[in-house]
């Protein structure tokens, strides 16, 4: 079966720029889009934008101007880069495979924390 | 503050029937399927209801969904020990063009 596992540093420091990488397992990124979701310590979950795995994207318009999302398909893998981070992005990144017309997330990796501190 | 509203909290005995609410507008539930997840601190959330009342694979029948309106409602009847956990409404909104979420429910199984 189809898992996601996200990866990248779990501490950034303020003003630079967060990069995560979902691995997709067990399948093929081909014909889904491919979404990342982070949920801030004591808060709900905040989407931040996807990625149709032929490049297409679309973002949250509160994240837009900071945020690029990207996919190798030769590697089974999408990326987050979300640049200028304040602690307020600190979170737990999840990605997630969107499926449908109705935007349900089916398949979610397991998360990883993310620190933003000097 | 969440697009979506939910309670905060809710509660209820092993056995018993338990709903948890969503609140929404005319942008959103109103016009727009709802998608509800679970999610235990610490694993991957979990597809719990897509399409407003659709089950996904592996999903008991005990849980529920339904829409009315611009409010969506999960309903989860025999209450398990098992089923303490966050859950989370979620919907396209057609004027910020983006999936939204609720704040989530804390559900104690007491």
């Known amino acids: 079966q189809v898992q996601l596992q996200e990866s990248g540093p779990g501490l950034v420091k303020p003003s630079e720029t967060l990069s995560l990488t979902c691995t997709v397992s067990g399948g093929s990124i081909s014909s889904y889009y491919w979404s990342w979701i982070r949920q801030p310590p004591g808060k709900g979950l905040e989407w931040i934008g996807y990625i149709y795995y032929r490049g297409s994207t679309n973002y949250n318009p509160s994240l837009k101007s900071r945020v690029t999302i990207s996919v190798d398909t030769s590697k089974n893998q999408f990326s987050l880069k979300l640049n200028s981070v304040t602690t307020a992005d600190a979170a737990v990144y999840y990605c997630?495979?969107?499926?449908?017309?109705?935007?349900?997330?089916?398949?979610w990796g397991q998360g990883t924390m993310v620190t933003v501190s000097s | 503050q969440s697009v979506l509203t939910q309670p905060p909290s809710a509660s209820g005995t092993p056995g018993q029937r338990v709903t948890i609410s969503c609140s929404g507008g005319?942008?959103?539930?109103?016009?727009?399927?709802v998608n509800w997840y679970q999610h235990i601190p610490g694993t991957a959330p979990k597809l719990l209801i897509y399409?407003?009342?659709q089950w996904p694979s592996g999903v008991p029948d005990r849980f529920s969904g339904s829409k009315s309106g611009t409010s969506a409602s999960l309903a989860i009847s025999g209450l398990q020990s098992e089923d303490e956990a966050d859950y989370y409404c979620a919907a396209w909104d057609d004027s910020l063009n983006s999936p939204v979420f609720g704040g989530g429910t804390k559900l104690t199984v007491l």
């Open positions: 399409s407003t009342n």
């Open positions: 997630a495979r969107r499926v449908g017309a109705n935007d349900a997330f089916d398949i």
């Open positions: 005319s942008s959103n539930i109103g016009s727009n399927a």
